[in-house]
Each structure stands twice: as C-alpha cells, then as structure tokens.
C-alpha cells in the first residue's frame, strides 16, 4: 500500500520567456508616413513558491513531474503590448526547503504560512522599435528580442515544523506517548518499526496553551550507515527548538542506548547536539521509588529526566511542566533557518536522494539546460526583425 505521506519531490521548473518587440511602421490610407509603432512584448510568466499551512505533505506534487509557465506574447502593431505571462504558485507546507536537483546547492527556504518565494523569474519581454524613434532616427527599423526563460530542476524536502521532537529506538513507546497526550491516533503495535511515517500530534497545556510534538519512525544503531530505516526522516526534528530522548525503562542500560542515539544524531547534523534535550524513561509503571532513584543516580546529570508510563498517565504532567520550562527558557531560542552555515552538513544528505528516488522509480532522466540570470543577454543587444507591412 502507497504511503500517503511524501517528504520530497523532484520536479523540473521553467519560467517563461519574454516576447519579442514588434518592427513595424504605420502605413495606412490616411497617414501614409506615419512613423514607427511596434508594440513591446509581454514579460514571462515566473514561478513561486507559496506557503500553505493547508498542506502537511507534499504528495499532492508527487506526480507533477514538469511545472511551465506561460510565454509572454509578442508585441504588436499600432503599439499594442503583447501579453504578460501567468505566474505560477506552488503550494507548499511551511518548513519546504528547495535544492538544485544538479548541484545540491540550498536554493530557498518556505518556513511560515502565506510566504512567496521567487523560484524562477520570468523573461522581461522586448521592446518595440516605437521605443528606439529619435530626432534623427524616425523610422528605427529594428526592435528587441525578449529574455530567455529560467529552467531548473529542483528538488522540494519537507522538514515537519514541531515544538518537541521524539527520538528513540522502534518500540520505545514514542507513539504511545503521542496517543496519550494528543488526539493523534498513530498506529500502535508491540513490533518494531510499528511508525514508518512521520506524524504530528497538537499537546494542550494549561490555561489554553498547546504544542506541538513530532513522532518520527525509530532509529537504530548503525543508522548513519543506512541500517533500519536510516536517518531518513531525522530531518523532521532539524527544526525542532527541543528534543525529548525515549528509552524504556526495562533496558539493560539507559545511558548506553541515550549516547547511542545521541551519536546517531550527531553523525547526521552536528548542529542538533546544540538544541535543548530532555530524557524521559518510559514503560515505568512496574517501577517502584526505590529503583526509579537508583536509576537516576546513573543517569546523566546534564539534562531533566522525567520518568513516565504512557499507558497509566504516570507522570505525564511532570514531563509537560518540564517541556514548557524548557521550550520557553531564553537559551532556548531557535537560530535563523537556513543559512549558509546550517546548511553545509546537507550535501552530504542530498547524495541520498538520487538513490532514493530511482528506487522509488522517480529519477527518469530529464534533460535541462540551466540558464543563470547573470548571463541574461542585456536588452540593449539589438536584433533585426522582419519589416511588417
């Protein structure tokens, strides 16, 4: 069965060309001689990205392997304007960044709902030889071409936008902790790999507040090898401001599985070690005091741990009060999305979507020709067109 939940696309983008300017001179019964009048062409239509918090996945784009905008038209007699192309907007879910699909290089962030970002530009369409008529030039019998079109192939990934990021080994209860503090209603089984999508669910607090916490499917160790799931959809969690660590109460060793993890995260984006983190322990409620404060003593004293049992409701309030303190503490404030900086660690991620897509059998090739803006020719580049009667 086709999931429903799609996380990135490929998809080849290309904005319009500009028209043509019109040569022609006004020639009719009444005024013979009556000069230049070639209308301007029509600018090409461009392409933008457009935020929607309407949209959670981007699988209504899955299938929109090619994304054109209109031509401008060419300009015409009696300096009639030719006809501007549509722009085109491609909705997204906030927290979609796009690469070039044939560099990797960080092309442009959609983080909010309601954001439009220029994707392609359109061409500027030419001017009409009615423009170039001067004192000693009255009749110009030349006028300009429009700009080329912008083509690229792009490449959209969805980073889920969340307050508190689960992560955890498969059957560590992430998912039942969801269920228990939120309306979602994930799927719950006693095997691993029970969570094979991403999902959201929308925590109440107190006096009407509320969060959002992200369930992401498990990691293993060996994960930043391709082991299990790989580390696929850890990027759901990059824009997290907090991580809650789960591990199980009945494991051998806490602290070891909670570096395990901790490692598997830093292999995938150092930057992540930088948020704040909280470890719940989970499945607690065959635990008496007198263990829970043995285990305590061995567990790191660098971050709050808060012991929890989903399914009895065992101190499920504490580890709220704890998220809230630590969301809103003002060391906690989430640095600015997509910089440079932040985005150097990705190159080595985006080699993964040319495997991943062509086993999905989505990487067919597609031939495109990249035109930089920079190299544009300039409008002042005249070229002769055909004289129009």
């Not at 799927?187 to 029970?194: E, G, L, Q, R, V």
Request: hydrophobic share 35%; aromatic share 8%.
């Amino acid at each position: 069965m086709e999931s429903n939940f799609v996380d990135y696309v490929k998809i080849l983008c290309r904005s319009g060309k500009g028209g043509r300017g019109s040569m022609h001179l006004r020639h009719v019964k009444y005024n013979p001689n009556g000069g230049p009048d070639g209308g301007d062409g029509g600018r090409g239509g461009s392409i933008y990205l457009r935020g929607n918090h309407n949209y959670w996945t981007l699988l209504h784009l899955k299938y929109e392997r090619h994304i054109f905008a209109e031509h401008g038209g060419n300009g015409g007699r009696d300096k009639c304007h030719g006809t501007d192309g549509k722009d085109i907007y491609i909705d997204v879910p906030p927290g979609t960044v796009v690469y070039n699909a044939e560099t990797g290089k960080f092309v442009c962030d959609v983080a909010y709902d309601g954001q439009e970002v220029l994707l392609l530009k359109g061409g500027r369409g030419g001017l009409g030889n009615f423009q170039f008529r001067t004192a000693t030039n009255q009749a110009p019998r030349y006028a300009q071409p429009g700009e080329p079109m912008q083509e690229m192939t792009v490449i959209l990934e969805l980073k889920l936008l969340a307050d508190v990021g689960l992560v955890g080994f498969p059957n560590a209860g992430k998912s039942t902790l969801v269920s228990a503090l939120s309306n979602a209603k994930p799927k719950i089984a006693n095997y691993p790999f029970t969570t094979m999508e991403p999902s959201l669910g929308i925590v109440g607090y107190r006096d009407g507040k509320s969060f959002v916490m992200a369930d992401i499917p498990g990691i293993i160790e060996g994960a930043a090898e391709g082991r299990g799931l790989g580390l696929r959809f850890l990027r759901h969690i990059e824009r997290n401001s907090l991580l809650l660590f789960m591990v199980p109460g009945d494991t051998d060793d806490i602290r070891r599985e909670y570096e395990i993890l901790l490692n598997e995260l830093r292999q995938f984006n150092p930057e992540l070690l930088d948020k704040h983190r909280v470890l719940a322990v989970t499945k607690c409620d065959l635990l008496d005091d007198e263990l829970i404060a043995m285990l305590r003593e061995e567990l790191p004293q660098d971050l709050p741990i808060v012991f929890i049992s989903a399914v009895t409701g065992y101190g499920l309030d504490e580890l709220k009060d704890v998220l809230w303190a630590e969301m809103n503490a003002e060391s906690n404030k989430l640095a600015a999305i997509a910089t440079t900086e932040s985005l150097a660690h990705r190159d080595k991620d985006m080699s993964r979507f040319h495997e991943e897509l062509v086993n999905e059998g989505e990487d067919e090739d597609i031939e495109i020709s990249d035109v930089d803006a920079d190299e544009l020719e300039d409008l002042d580049d005249l070229e002769d067109f055909e004289y129009e009667d």
